[in-house]
T-cell receptor
Framework: DAKTTQPPSMDCAEGRAANLPCNHS???????VYWYRQIHSQGPQYIIH???NNETNEMASLIITEDRKSSTLILPHATLRDTAVYYC??????????FGGGTRLMVKP | EAQVTQNPRYLITVTGKKLTVTCSQN?????MSWYRQDPGLGLRQIYY???????DKGDVPEGYKVSRKEKRNFPLILESPSPNQTSLYFC????????????FGPGTRLTVL
């Protein structure tokens, strides 16, 4: 059973914020929300993860709703190089990652 | 530079000819794993290892073997490759339980004829 639901594709204008949603309504208390991206056929790249508080790093921000049933990855100023497939993954500590279909983000000039 | 390396990056082989894809990490990570990626199926885990001499099956282990004799290396072995093992393979490593799979290798594209 899929643990997360993401839109299959999204477009974003270069320089604008890209907001990628993810639903994870069956998340349990000890499960983290991870975001990865994969550019073309390169190895997946870790972006950010969180448990219940919002998180920010040099790449992105992660906003998790209070009930933890959904989250949004925000790329504040998308560039053409951010065009990639973005994966939202819900995972308990110690378990291996299960990648779903992801969202194909196309950043357009 | 912290990295996960894989070799070879590309390989074309024939059915039944044993092959090994190497994976090495220079971060002293305990956790390592192998994934395969196929169109429409996403990334699926093949095997993982939580430490030296500790390995376990992932979602699609059939036809593969692994070993973990040293912390830095986690080779993937195909004893008798078949065409359905044609795929893009990724090795991953991570320091601890909270950052599983944080670093991925560049991938190995395998074609079995």
């Amino acid at each position: 059973d899929a643990k997360t639901t993401q839109p299959p594709s999204m477009d974003c204008a270069e320089g604008r914020a890209a907001n990628l949603p993810c639903n994870h309504s069956t998340i349990s208390g000890n499960e983290y929300v991870y975001w990865y991206r994969q550019i073309h056929s390169q190895g997946p790249q870790y972006i950010i993860h969180g448990l219940k508080n919002n998180e920010t790093n040099e790449m992105a921000s992660l906003i998790i709703t209070e009930d933890r049933k959904s989250s949004t990855l925000i790329l504040p100023h998308a560039t053409l190089r951010d065009t990639a497939v973005y994966y939202c993954i819900v995972n308990g500590a110690g378990n291996m990652l299960t990648f779903g279909g992801g969202t194909r983000l196309m950043v357009k000039p | 530079e912290a990295q996960v390396t894989q070799n070879p990056r590309y390989l074309i082989t024939v059915t039944g000819k044993k092959l090994t894809v190497t994976c090495s990490q220079n971060m002293n990570h305990e956790y390592m794993s192998w994934y395969r990626q196929d169109p429409g199926l996403g990334l699926r885990q093949i095997y993982y290892s939580m430490n030296v001499e500790v390995t376990d099956k992932g979602d699609v282990p059939e036809g593969y073997k692994v070993s973990r004799k040293e912390k830095r290396n986690f080779p993937l072995i195909l004893e008798s490759p078949s065409p359905n093992q044609t795929s893009l393979y990724f090795c991953a490593s991570s320091r601890d339980l909270s950052t599983v799979g944080k670093f991925f290798g560049p991938g190995t594209r395998l074609t079995v004829l």
